[in-house]
């Protein structure tokens, strides 16, 4: 029921230094950038029509947010367009699944694996 990898979320300490390095040194461009709730996060992409794309996090707010997210390794958002099912899937599973959280961006929820790495779903509609 995943369909793609849609983002990987970077944690940085200085998003704007983040945002410079991504798009004046390697050549990407921003393809969204928002702030809402204290928590901004910029996108960015080498291309508009990117599949997938970098989310720059403020790695000091996420951690006030989520304290036990290892913040030192990137997380990946993977895209469903099932997001009710599969959340029900994983959780009927036995697997470690957060809930459903309505974000300015979309539905999004959080599992772990077995080694508890944390991995994040977001509805995507097709």
Not at 64 to 86: A, E, R, V, W
């Amino acid at each position: 029921m995943i369909d793609k990898l849609g983002q990987v979320m970077l944690y940085v300490n200085d998003q704007e230094e983040a945002k410079r390095f991504w798009t004046e040194t390697v050549g990407f461009q921003v393809v969204a950038e928002q702030a809402t709730g204290g928590m901004r996060w910029v996108e960015v992409a080498p291309n508009s029509g990117a599949g997938t794309t970098l989310v720059l996090h403020n790695k000091e707010a996420v951690a006030s947010m989520s304290p036990g997210l290892n913040l030192g390794t990137p997380s990946l958002m993977f895209y469903t367009d099932k997001l009710d099912q599969l959340h029900s899937r994983l959780s009927e599973q036995g697997i470690t699944v957060g809930e459903i959280d309505e974000m300015p961006f979309g539905r999004v929820f959080n599992f772990a694996d077995r080694e508890e790495n944390y991995f994040a779903v977001m509805e995507k509609k097709a």
